[in-house]
């Protein structure tokens, strides 16, 4: 037995053998036959997806609908008890998927988990992908504390459902202010309590996965509140995050730059883009539109901005 498979479970190494004698005799471009694909997604429904593509070399998107296809059939669960989950170190997850609901559907998200002692499948209603990894410190210590989680996660949903009713009415920053201090008030007040009664009632080691999710979350409640009592203010940050994400990968492509002009014309560029994004509008469009009408803009140059360069080409020449 080979190093390569000899950490491959028995019924495993006949299909990676099978797959190796296949590949020998085959172009790369050749697709796989289906015999093989259904014998591997038989394998990722025992052995978990994320651990047979690894070891069979395949690719995980493929395997993953093989695997579901694997299934239709006879459909087979394996349910994690919460109790065996919550065992410290060894049940962490070895692989996490976050899944994002269809378009126009309800918000929600599935987190399917990975690990030594199983495999789970969580769909949070009412909270979708954004907010979920937002939370990520709950996130990450789900296979522990799923039902905790499952709470505080969907409380939470609750609230963004608020702030979703809000934006599709139209409201001004002062009556979303009144709507959530109505609506979302009560809900946040009993997470609170629920937050503060998991270490009064020791129902949770404050050095646990959970306890550390817990004391970051109350740490930072007077600012996750902020909305409860600041006209306009929004629910998260994560539009400065996103900012800050696009400024870093800035930095680390001008690390390519040859001159110092060079890396400043690649600034102003990226401030265009970022601009044209926070308006709305295509950069490649609006770059477009900037070199066609090169003479204008020379002449104008307010009026061809991001934010009203559209308004500029509609009007008669």
């Known amino acids: 037995m080979t190093n390569e498979i000899s950490d491959i479970p028995p019924n495993m190494r006949k299909v990676y053998r099978r797959l190796r004698r296949w590949r020998s005799s085959h172009a790369r471009r050749v697709p796989l036959p289906d015999s093989l694909w259904a014998a591997a997604g038989e ?156 270490f009064a009632e020791k129902k949770v080691e404050p050095n646990s996965g959970l306890g550390e999710a817990i004391t970051y979350l109350l740490k930072h409640w007077e600012p996750l509140t902020l909305f409860l009592r600041k006209a306009g203010a929004p629910l998260d940050n994560n539009i400065c995050e996103r900012a800050l994400k696009r400024a870093i990968l800035h930095r680390k492509n001008s690390l390519f730059y040859k001159t110092r002009r060079g890396a400043q014309v690649g600034d102003l560029y990226r401030s265009l883009i970022h601009t044209c994004e926070l308006n709305h509008a295509n950069p490649f469009d609006y770059l477009t539109e900037l070199q066609k009408h090169a003479e204008e803009l020379a002449k104008h140059p307010a009026a061809w901005m991001p934010w009203n360069y559209r308004q500029t080409l509609q009007q008669p020449r």
């Open 43 to 198: 394998l990722a429904r025992e052995h978990g997806i994320n651990r047979t593509a690894k070891a069979l070399r395949l690719e995980y998107g493929k395997l993953k609908e093989h695997a579901g296809a694997a299934g239709s059939a006879k459909k087979v669960t394996r349910k994690v008890p919460a109790a065996v989950l919550r065992h410290a170190g060894s049940t962490a997850p070895t692989f996490m998927e976050l899944i994002t609901p269809r378009p126009g559907s309800v918000a929600s998200a599935v987190v399917e988990l990975e690990g030594p002692r199983g495999r789970m499948k969580i769909e949070f209603k009412g909270v979708g992908p954004a907010e979920l990894v937002a939370r990520s410190r709950f996130v990450e210590v789900v296979a522990n504390f799923p039902e905790e989680c499952r709470h505080v996660l969907q409380t939470l949903g609750e609230v963004y459902g608020y702030d979703a009713q809000a934006r599709e009415q139209g409201m001004s920053p002062e009556a979303r202010l009144h709507f959530h201090q109505e609506q979302s008030g009560p809900v946040m007040a009993e997470l609170q309590v629920w937050l503060r009664a998991q």
